[in-house]
């Protein structure tokens, strides 16, 4: 009986010390119990978009009682994993994150995990389940389908259009790019004469909008995979006088809500990242006072149409009453 109990003894012990691993439907042994810091790291804040992921967050978290630190990764994925390893050596109780990389991003999320550091992604997802707490982003494909049934409408189901796609690395990218062929693709009299990459970017999506319109002067309209690139492909086409071109994009920033409202670019989908970012925060302060948010890890958030007739109700990604 006595070789038993200290049997049972030691077992106990080790599963008590994490010798057979540990989930996220429990607490960590490793996790500071102290920390109150949680560390936002987003995309760079030239893009007010993700601007608005890391004030919101930040300000979340100061209403709960957090301290806060914000990083700006720049898409590098190194950066980015530079910041999750200045997390981890500060302790924080969690990371609320918008990744560099869906594939990218993987080792920095178990990294922290191993660390005790729960991590909850915002806006981008990641290729893997179970290493992140939550997951949580725009239905993007949703989202964009409401856009591309508006820009069908808008060109009278014909003409040639042009396309500007986001990072490759971005699984937004793909998944909105899809979404605007799968209702697009329906009307064959209209023509998709070129598609490019402005990875994002206002700078690039102007740059790369000259060339186009040099090769394909009749075209009639412009998806894009962002606001920044909508408001580059307008700025282009402005320059060219080509300012009728029905140019739409996706995201919901104020930019973008002002260019509708003078008459320009004619629609986006807005994300809401700002309750996103907040949902980030309170479902992180759920898991930390009770080992789990009780709701599943990835959740979507649907998108909503704006345009002339709503825009004005839109401000720093969200909609009023």
Not at 55 to 71: F, I, M, P, Q, S
Not at 293 to 316: F, H, S, Y
């Amino acid at each position: 009986m006595k070789k038993i109990v200290l049997l049972l003894l030691a077992g106990l012990m080790l599963c008590s010390s994490g010798a057979f691993g540990w989930s996220w439907g429990k607490k960590s042994k490793k996790a500071s119990k102290s920390s109150n810091l949680i560390v936002i790291i987003t995309p760079a804040h030239s893009n007010p978009f993700f601007k608005t992921e890391a004030d919101c967050a930040a300000a979340r978290a100061k209403e709960l009682g957090y301290t806060t630190k914000v990083y700006v990764h720049d898409d590098d994925a190194n950066k980015q994993n530079q910041y999750i390893d200045l997390a981890i050596s500060d302790k924080a109780a969690a990371i609320i994150l918008d990744n560099a990389g869906a594939d990218a991003t993987v080792s920095a999320v178990k990294k922290a995990k191993k660390a005790g550091i729960p991590t909850f992604l915002i806006d981008r997802e990641i290729n893997t389940t179970g290493d992140a707490v939550a997951q949580i982003v725009a239905n993007n494909y949703q989202g964009v389908q409401l856009v591309a049934e508006y820009f069908v409408e808008l060109m009278d189901e014909k003409g040639e259009y042009v396309e500007l796609t986001g990072l490759e690395s971005d699984t937004n990218a793909g998944v909105r790019s899809n979404s605007y062929h799968d209702v697009i693709d329906q009307y064959p009299d209209m023509k998709m004469v070129s598609q490019q990459t402005a990875r994002w970017s206002q700078p690039e999506a102007y740059s790369k909008m000259e060339s186009i319109i040099q090769a394909h002067p009749n075209i009639k309209g412009v998806i894009c995979g962002n606001d920044t690139m909508a408001m580059g492909a307008m700025a282009a086409l402005k320059a060219a006088k080509k300012d009728d071109v029905i140019v739409v994009g996706f995201d919901g920033s104020n930019d973008v809500r002002d260019s509708i409202l003078s008459g320009e670019i004619k629609a986006t989908g807005l994300q809401q990242a700002a309750r996103i970012a907040e949902m980030a925060v309170e479902q992180a302060q759920q898991y930390l006072k009770t080992g789990s948010t009780g709701l599943p890890e990835k959740q979507l958030v649907d998108c909503v149409l704006i345009n002339k007739e709503n825009a004005r109700k839109l401000d720093n990604f969200a909609m009023s009453k």
